[in-house]
C-alpha cells in the first residue's frame, strides 16, 4: 500500500497518465545511464523499496520531474513506514497533480487503484508477484558477492515478505506449484544466512520451512539440495552425528545422477563422518563427491548456493582432510580452493585460514595455530566476527591449552 503523495504514487501516476507500461518506462530510464527493469519500477510504485540516490538523477530526466520533488516523495514514504504524520486527500491530488503538471502530462487520480482492483478480480490474480519473485530468487541464489549475511538479509527482507502475503492468496494449480518451489529456495537462502550469521535454531527452522515447501512442489532435486545444506547446521555447531543422518537422507533423495545436491551431500557426508571418527567411510564419501565433482556441467557446477564449484569442492575438502587429519591433502585442498577463491570472500578465505590453524595444531605447533586464528578474528571486519566462522575459532580454541590456548581465548574475549 503506497502513501498518498509518496514515491509510490507519484511514480505511477506520472507514468500512466503518460500512457506508458512499466517495460517502455524502463526503456528510457535505461537510456537515461541507469540499467533498469520494470522490476524495479514495480518495487518503487508499490514502495517494497525506494530509489537511492545513484537513482534519482534518472528518475528526474525519464518522469521530467524536479529533484527536490523526488526527495519530498521519498521523504513522505518514509515517514509513513514509520508510521507518522497523516495526509488529506486534498494534499494528495495537490501533490500529484503539481508533479504531473511539472512532467507536462494530464495526471489521472485512481487509474493504478482501477487497474489493481480489476486486477484482483481477474482469476489467477497475483501472476506479476510471481514473476517478481521468480527474478528476485534467481538473483539471491547467486550468493553474498561481497555483502555480509546481515546485509544480504536486509535486502531478501522485502522480498520474504511479498512471499508471505502473496502464498496467502488463492492460485491456480500450476502457479501455486510455481510459487511453491520459490518458496523452497528462498527459505533455503534465508536458513543458510541464519546459519552464516550463528543463529542456529532459526537455520533449522527455515530448513524445515524449505523442506516442506521442496516436498509440496515434488522436487527431488530442490530437496536434496535443502536436506544437504540443512545437514551443515548440525555439522557445524557440534552435532555430527545429526549431520551424516540428515546427509545420508540428502544423498537417497539425490540418486546418482550428477547433481550439485548430490555431490553436496556427498561433501557434507565425508565431513560428518570424518567428525565421528569414521575414517572409512569418511574416505569413501570423499571418492564419492570427487567422482560426482568431475561429471558435473552447466547450472550443476555453477558458482551459486545451488551450484557446487570447484572452488566449493575443495573448500569442502579442505575441512573433510583437516578432521581426517590427513594434513598434506587439506594443505592442497586450501590452496585449490583459494586459488580460485575471489578476493571479495571474506568469510570462505576466513575459515579456510580456520581449517590452516587446525591443521597446524595437528601437526605440532600449536602456537602458531593460535595466532593464525587470533589474526583472522582481527582481520575479520565487526559483521563477520560471529557465527560461522567465530564457532571455527572457538573449536580449535577448546583443543589448545597453555600458552596457545590464552592467546586464543583474548582473542575472542574469553
Known sequence: MTRAGGIGELLRSVREAAGRTREEQAELMTAAGEPCDPENLKRWETERRLPTAVWHDAIAAVYGLDLEDIKTAIAASRQHRRGQGKETSVDRRRFIGAAAAAAGVAALPGIAQAREGIDGALTGAGGGDIDYLASAFERHRGGYRGRSPHEFLQEMHGDITLLKAVMQQPHPTRSRSELVHIAAGLAGLVAIIQHDRGDEADAHRWFHTAERAARECGDRRMT????????????????????????????????????????????????????????????????????????????????????????????????????????????????????????????????????????????????????????????????????????????????????????LGDALGT
Open 224 to 407: 536434496a539440495w535443502v536436506l544437504a545444506r540443512h545437514a551443515m547446521v548440525p555439522l557445524n555447531y557440534g552435532a555430527p552425528e545429526q549431520a551424516a543422518r540428515l546427509a545420508a537422507q540428502a544423498r537417497r533423495v539425490a540418486g546418482k545422477a550428477p547433481t550439485g545436491a548430490g555431490a553436496l551431500a556427498a561433501a557434507v557426508t565425508a565431513r560428518a563422518l570424518a567428525a565421528v571418527g569414521d575414517q572409512a567411510g569418511a574416505r569413501q564419501a570423499v571418492s564419492d563427491v570427487r567422482g560426482l565433482a568431475e561429471r558435473l556441467t552447466g547450472k550443476e557446477a555453477a558458482d551459486t548456493w545451488f551450484g557446487y564449484p570447484l572452488q566449493k569442492h575443495h573448500v569442502h575438502l579442505s575441512q573433510a582432510y583437516t578432521l581426517l587429519g590427513d594434513t598434506p591433502a587439506a594443505f592442497q585442498a586450501q590452496d585449490d580452493a583459494l586459488d580460485l577463491t575471489d578476493s571479495p570472500s571474506v568469510m570462505t578465505r576466513a575459515l579456510i585460514a580456520m581449517d590452516t590453524a587446525a591443521c597446524l595444531r595437528a601437526d605440532g605447533d600449536p602456537g602458531a595455530a593460535a595466532d593464525m586464528a587470533a589474526a583472522v578474528l582481527d582481520r575479520l571486519p565487526e559483521s563477520y566476527r560471529h557465527g560461522l566462522v567465530r564457532s571455527r575459532v572457538e573449536l580449535l580454541h577448546h583443543r589448545l591449552d597453555g600458552r596457545p590456548r590464552a592467546v
